[in-house]
């Protein structure tokens, strides 16, 4: 199983940024984002869950951030828009059967991909 994470980059605050995550290998139950801010914890971003096929965020995110998921290339996308120099971080995705009450937890994911890093500018 593997898990490529792309799409990050420089940019200025209020800017948008699309990340892609493609997972080769098998489909699983939850596919997540999470983030690593410098000197800080993980932290969830949003995740899907294919078990109601619904989406969740964190509040910092909600309304600015919009996951999405083509099955069919088992392909995770994360739009992110009206960036804050507060989102700076290595974004990764991750992946595996989490059970709902636990998507937002990274400990729950089995395989995670190496990160992609977000840098957003004031």
């Known amino acids: 199983v593997q898990l490529q994470a792309s799409g990050g980059g420089s940019v200025q605050a209020g800017a948008s940024l699309r990340l892609t995550c493609v997972a080769s290998g098998r489909t699983f139950r939850s596919y997540g984002w999470f983030r690593q801010a410098p000197g800080k914890e993980r932290e969830f971003v949003g995740a899907?869950?294919?078990?109601?096929?619904?989406?969740y965020y964190a509040d910092s995110v909600k309304s600015r951030f919009t996951i999405s998921r083509d099955n069919r290339k088992n392909t995770l996308f994360l739009q992110m828009n009206s960036l804050k120099p507060e989102d700076t971080a290595v974004y990764y995705c991750a992946a595996g059967n989490a059970i709902l009450s636990s998507v937002s937890t990274d400990s729950a994911y089995n395989f995670w991909g190496r990160g992609t890093l977000v840098t957003v500018s004031s």
């Open positions: 899907f869950f294919a078990g109601n096929n619904r989406i």
